[in-house]
């Protein structure tokens, strides 16, 4: 049964920290899409001259452009966190040929929101100014209720995370057996659904120890394959970089010498990093130094027998 979402949602996600702050002119606009929070400061960036719609300000401002995915309503609010006397124009065509589409000055106070309707495809011009001379900063947010149909179902071949309402074309072509030694195997699926039937197994490499190792092949085809096999572990005098599985002939390096302070009994390569204790004969009293010490400690002992 499939599930057929017919209620349209306003798409209000809230992109955080969101830092698009806009073109200075119509040529440099600012893509922004629905759910888009942004701010930004039409203040210092000088007047673009643009009148189409009469009532355009002169002391800076900031362009977007929205290009509509489906058709439906979008609104632009500037009601919280702009700080002088803001206007809103939209316009649809191309720069240096614009036609005024919609305006507002003072929704809330002295601030702006304008909704307007979209048209599928259609690119539409935003331009954020101010009333006459008036110019600061300014906080925005985006919103839009436009459907877009397509399949919701997450599972499915042809899932679109951006529809916001089934229109029943979930396709599930994609599933099937993806083994091609089961006697169903479908060459064209590309997710595995579980479905494969070996009732019919073919030959293939029945050596445990090989890459390719087939546990339900019943005969020997003799395509057995080992490339994959040697020592993985980097740190061996024989690491392998080709090698994705181990087959235990890792050679590990070190000191081989029984007599050295640092005889490695796992080694089976000499790296040449054998150390031995350094023994001086005379240094009887192990200061470094063979001298007077060494004499009376000799001396003192002169005659003593030394036990077995």
């Known amino acids: 049964m499939k599930l057929v979402f017919t209620s349209l949602f306003i798409i209000a996600l809230t992109l955080v920290g969101y830092s698009q702050t806009g073109g200075t002119t119509c040529a440099a606009a600012a893509p922004i899409t629905c759910g888009a929070s942004f701010t930004g400061s039409t203040a210092g960036t000088g007047g673009d001259g643009v009148t189409t719609c009469g009532t355009e300000g002169t002391a800076g401002q900031r362009w977007f452009s929205f290009t509509a995915p489906g058709n439906g309503t979008v609104n632009l609010n500037l009601c919280t966190g702009t700080n002088y006397d803001s206007r809103i124009h939209v316009y649809t065509g191309v720069c240096g040929a614009l036609a005024c589409l919609a305006q507002n000055d003072d929704a809330c106070g002295l601030q702006s929101q304008l909704g307007w309707n979209v048209t599928a495809g259609t690119t539409y011009l935003i331009r954020i100014g101010g009333f006459g001379g ?154 470094g130094l063979i001298g007077i010490g060494d004499l009376i400690i000799m001396l003192a002992n002169f005659g003593f027998n030394c036990p077995n």
């Open 134 to 287: 008036g110019s600061g900063n300014f906080g925005a947010s985006f919103t839009c209720n436009i459907p877009v149909g397509g399949c919701t179902q997450f599972n499915a071949c042809n899932f679109n995370p951006s529809a916001n309402f089934d229109n029943g074309t979930c396709d599930y072509s994609c599933y099937g057996c993806t083994y091609t030694a089961a006697s169903n195997y479908n060459p064209t699926a590309t997710i595995d659904n579980g479905s494969c039937v070996f009732n019919v197994v073919a030959d293939g490499c029945t050596d445990p120890d090989a890459c390719n190792y087939c546990s339900l092949c019943t005969g020997d085809d003799g395509s057995c394959d080992y490339a994959c096999l040697g020592c993985t572990y980097s740190n061996a005098a024989n690491f392998d970089a080709t090698a994705t599985r181990d087959d235990g002939t890792c050679e590990f390096g070190g000191c081989t010498d029984p007599a050295a302070l640092n005889y490695t009994p796992l080694a089976l390569v000499d790296d040449g990093s054998c150390t031995f204790e350094f023994v001086c004969e005379g240094d009887i009293n192990n200061d």
